[in-house]
């Protein structure tokens, strides 16, 4: 059966992203039933690939409502969603107190379904938020919102399917794409040569794993901190230096923060930064470093983004002694912030395992409520699709 394609969506970004996710549009054109007449509620970073996706849930029939994450929201894309007919709420220069408000406009909405990315929609429903007499169930993108999920005092009576519990997407979007995107938004956001640089990646998880093999075949000096001693001995055995946190920030000129976890760096390991050291972030939260703190101690901070358009991208902070540390984007992701996030093909697949699933909640074909990994069966049906397509 011949691929489907969308028609033209108005906006050259989205029109270049869809030629290139082939998986997304055979998964819509599969599950296309499961969507029409359905409102599909969605947090996710607003950019030309997610664009595609609520192209696709349109196509089909679907109402979309759509927010995005802060600090990451392409302002372009938002435009062109809006004259396709999706709802958006909030936009590029929203801050956190909006971004809340945003979060609650979506759940206001009573979606049937709802695609979710850090889980913090889901908890306001969770916690007695507005929920539509036909809500079926939802989505989590992320590995720090699945955590969020499971820690939760609250359990779900709906099923909830966590993306990246999916080794498949662990494997081609988290460790390929991300390392890609990561180490290209630092390129961007930077203009730095990497061969030679001593490098730090902070957890060493799927995507900090990606993070540090593309590092280090650009010819950086990859060292590697994670408290699992399994993660570490996986490091070691990858050719990097491994040794704890407080150990390489001395002499770390990059530190890559990928660990998904608050408060990594803070307190007196702030005094541990190398002189000159650039902190870039990599989780989907930008607090693995106490910036409030960092801030607190400068004695000056200069912010060196003129040329860049966008007045965090490179904060200098001037510390007692003449040491000097450099926050690109306040430790948001430098993949999103600083490049065009995780490559096309990349997130072909990541979204076609979030059309797949949340199509199966629709349908009313999941029988577990909370959180739980992606159905194996979808997970192999894409994976056999992917080695077609690029075989």
Same mark, same amino acid.
Request: charge should be negative; glycine fraction near 12%.
């Given at each position: 059966?011949?691929?489907?394609?969308?028609?033209?969506?108005?906006?050259?970004?989205?029109?270049?992203?869809?030629?290139?996710?082939?998986?997304?549009?055979?998964?819509?054109?599969? !599950?296309?039933?499961?969507?029409?007449?359905?409102?599909?509620?969605?947090?996710?970073?607003?950019?030309?690939?997610? %664009?595609?996706?609520?192209?696709?849930?349109? $196509?089909?029939?679907?109402?979309?409502?759509?927010?995005?994450?802060?600090?990451?929201?392409?302002?372009?894309?938002?435009?062109?969603?809006?004259?396709?007919?999706?709802?958006?709420?909030? %936009? !590029?220069?929203?801050?956190?107190?909006?971004?809340?408000?945003?979060?609650?406009?979506?759940?206001?909405?009573?979606?049937?379904?709802?695609?979710?990315?850090?889980? =913090?929609?889901?908890?306001?429903?969770?916690?007695?938020?507005?929920?539509?007499?036909?809500?079926?169930?939802?989505?989590?993108?992320?590995?720090?919102?699945?955590?969020?999920?499971?820690?939760?005092?609250?359990?779900?009576?709906?099923?909830?399917?966590?993306?990246?519990?999916?080794?498949?997407?662990?494997?081609?979007?988290? #460790?390929?794409?991300?390392?890609?995107?990561?180490?290209?938004?630092?390129?961007?956001?930077?203009?730095?040569?990497?061969?030679?640089?001593?490098?730090?990646?902070?957890?060493?998880?799927?995507? %900090?794993?990606?993070?540090?093999?593309?590092?280090?075949?650009?010819?950086?000096?990859?060292?590697?901190?994670?408290?699992?001693?399994?993660?570490?001995?996986?490091?070691?055995?990858?050719?990097?230096?491994?040794?704890?946190?407080?150990?390489?920030?001395?002499?770390?000129?990059?530190?890559?923060?990928?660990?998904?976890?608050?408060?990594?760096?803070?307190?007196?390991?702030?005094?541990?930064?190398?002189?000159?050291? /650039?902190?870039?972030?990599?989780?989907?939260?930008?607090?693995?470093?106490?910036?409030?703190?960092? $801030?607190?101690?400068?004695?000056?901070?200069?912010?060196?983004?003129?040329?860049?358009?966008?007045?965090?991208? $490179?904060?200098?902070?001037?510390?007692?002694?003449?040491? =000097?540390?450099?926050?690109? !984007?306040?430790?948001? /992701?430098?993949?999103?912030?600083?490049?065009?996030?995780?490559?096309?093909?990349?997130?072909?697949?990541?979204?076609?395992?979030?059309?797949?699933?949340?199509?199966?909640?629709?349908?009313?074909?999941?029988?577990?409520?909370?959180?739980?990994?992606?159905?194996?069966?979808?997970?192999? #049906?894409?994976?056999?699709?992917?080695?077609?397509?690029?075989?």
């Amino acid at each position: 059966m011949p691929i489907p394609t969308l028609p033209a969506s108005g906006s050259p970004a989205l029109d270049w992203a869809a030629r290139s996710m082939p998986l997304l549009a055979s998964t819509m054109a599969v !599950h296309a039933g499961d969507f029409a007449g359905r409102h599909v509620g969605i947090c996710l970073h607003i950019e030309p690939k997610t %664009g595609v996706l609520v192209h696709w849930l349109l $196509r089909v029939g679907a109402k979309v409502t759509i927010t995005g994450n802060l600090g990451t929201t392409d302002q372009a894309t938002v435009d062109t969603l809006l004259a396709l007919g999706a709802t958006v709420v909030g %936009g !590029h220069d929203d801050d956190a107190a909006q971004h809340a408000r945003n979060l609650d406009a979506l759940v206001a909405a009573e979606p049937d379904v709802l695609l979710d990315n850090g889980a =913090e929609t889901i908890e306001r429903i969770l916690r007695g938020g507005p929920r539509s007499a036909a809500f079926l169930g939802a989505t989590e993108e992320t590995t720090t919102g699945g955590r969020r999920l499971r820690e939760l005092d609250v359990a779900a009576d709906f099923p909830i399917i966590v993306i990246n519990d999916s080794p498949l997407k662990l494997l081609i979007e988290n #460790e390929f794409g991300v390392g890609q995107s990561i180490v290209q938004g630092f390129m961007n956001a930077t203009n730095a040569m990497l061969p030679g640089t001593r490098a730090t990646v902070i957890g060493y998880g799927p995507c %900090g794993k990606g993070v540090a093999e593309t590092l280090a075949r650009l010819g950086a000096r990859v060292s590697v901190a994670d408290t699992d001693p399994y993660r570490a001995l996986e490091a070691i055995m990858h050719g990097h230096r491994v040794a704890p946190v407080e150990a390489l920030l001395p002499e770390s000129q990059l530190v890559f923060l990928a660990t998904g976890h608050p408060g990594v760096i803070s307190g007196d390991q702030l005094d541990r930064l190398a002189d000159g050291v /650039m902190l870039v972030g990599v989780g989907h939260e930008a607090d693995e470093i106490d910036l409030p703190v960092l $801030r607190a101690r400068a004695v000056r901070t200069t912010s060196l983004s003129v040329p860049l358009g966008d007045a965090d991208a $490179r904060i200098l902070y001037e510390l007692a002694g003449g040491r =000097e540390v450099v926050v690109l !984007h306040g430790t948001k /992701m430098i993949n999103l912030v600083a490049a065009g996030g995780n490559p096309i093909q990349a997130m072909d697949l990541g979204l076609s395992l979030q059309a797949a699933s949340l199509a199966a909640i629709a349908r009313g074909g999941v029988g577990f409520a909370g959180p739980h990994g992606v159905p194996a069966d979808i997970d192999r #049906e894409l994976a056999t699709a992917l080695v077609g397509l690029w075989s």
